[in-house]
T-cell receptor
Framework: EAGVAQSPRYKIIEKRQSVAFWCNPI?????LYWYQQILGQGPKLLIQ????????DSQLPKDRFSAERLKGVDSTLKIQPAKLEDSAVYLC?????????????FGQGTRLTVV | GENVEQHPSTLSVQEGDSAVIKCTYS??????FPWYKQELGKRPQLIID?????GEKKDQRIAVTLNKTAKHFSLHITETQPEDSAVYFC???????????FGRGTSLIVHP
C-alpha cells in the first residue's frame, strides 16, 4: 500500500513570498489533515477535511493560510504572504474514516524555512 | 477545545530500564488515545492506541493504560533498547468532533 505523498520535501522562501504544498493521501482515505510542527513541539492541527468538506479549520490563520481538497482526494495548502514564524514542518496525514477514530498515516512532511 | 498535557518533556534511561510517559486531557468525552513515535527527521508513526472502553492494552514491550476518571493515560516501555530512542507523542480525539489534539512530545534517550 502506497503511503501519503507530499511535495516538495524542502522549501526555502523569503518572508512575504508565497508557497504551496501538495498532498496525495492513501487511496480511499476519506479524512485528510494538515498539521504544522514547529521544532521541538507536537503537531498542531491546521485543517481537517472529510472528503472535500472542511471538518475543522479553527486553528488555521485564515488571513494568510488557505487549503483546499478538490474532488476529495489531493489537497494543497498555501501560505501567502509567509512570515518568519511560519518556519516549520508541514505534515499531511490521512485516515480511512472519521468517526471511527482510526490512526492517522503521516507523510514525510515539507520542511519550510522562511528567511 | 481539548487541552493535552504530556510529561516529561525529556526522559533519559539506561538500556533495559523501563520508561513511562504520561498524558492528561480535559474533555471527558474523548474516546480515542493513540501514541506516535517520531524518529529524527522521519514521520510520526502509530505504535499503540487505546479506546475509551478499554483500561489497558499491551503489545510486546509496549503498553498503554487509561484512567478515564482521572483523565490520564500512560505509555509504558519495558526493557528499553537504543532503537527506542525517539520523540513520543500522545494524541487525544475529542468525543464529539473526532478532532485530534497532540501533546508536546517526550524525547526518550536510551543509553547503551
Amino acid at each position: 500500500e502506497a503511503g501519503v505523498a507530499q511535495s516538495p520535501r524542502y522549501k526555502i522562501i523569503e518572508k512575504r513570498q508565497s508557497v504551496a504544498f501538495w498532498c496525495n493521501p492513501i487511496s480511499g482515505h476519506a479524512t485528510l489533515y494538515w498539521y504544522q510542527q514547529i521544532l521541538g513541539q507536537g503537531p498542531k492541527l491546521l485543517i481537517q477535511f472529510q472528503n472535500n468538506g472542511v471538518v475543522d479549520d479553527s486553528q488555521l490563520p485564515k488571513d494568510r493560510f488557505s487549503a483546499e481538497r478538490l474532488k476529495g482526494v489531493d489537497s494543497t495548502l498555501k501560505i501567502q504572504p509567509a512570515k518568519l514564524e511560519d518556519s516549520a514542518v508541514y505534515l499531511c496525514a490521512s485516515s480511512p474514516r472519521q468517526g471511527l477514530n482510526t490512526e492517522a498515516f503521516f507523510g514525510q512532511g515539507t520542511r519550510l524555512t522562511v528567511v | 477545545g481539548e487541552n493535552v498535557e504530556q510529561h516529561p518533556s525529556t526522559l533519559s534511561v539506561q538500556e533495559g530500564d523501563s520508561a513511562v510517559i504520561k498524558c492528561t486531557y480535559s474533555d471527558s468525552a474523548s474516546n480515542y488515545f493513540p501514541w506516535y513515535k517520531q524518529e529524527l527527521g522521519k514521520r510520526p508513526q502509530l505504535i499503540i492506541d487505546i479506546r475509551s472502553n478499554v483500561g489497558e492494552k499491551k503489545d510486546q514491550r509496549i503498553a498503554v493504560t487509561l484512567n478515564k476518571t482521572a483523565k490520564h493515560f500512560s505509555l509504558h516501555i519495558t526493557e528499553t533498547q537504543p532503537e527506542d530512542s525517539a520523540v513520543y507523542f500522545c494524541a487525544v480525539h475529542s468525543g464529539g468532533s473526532y478532532i485530534p489534539t497532540f501533546g508536546r512530545g517526550t524525547s526518550l534517550i536510551v543509553h547503551p
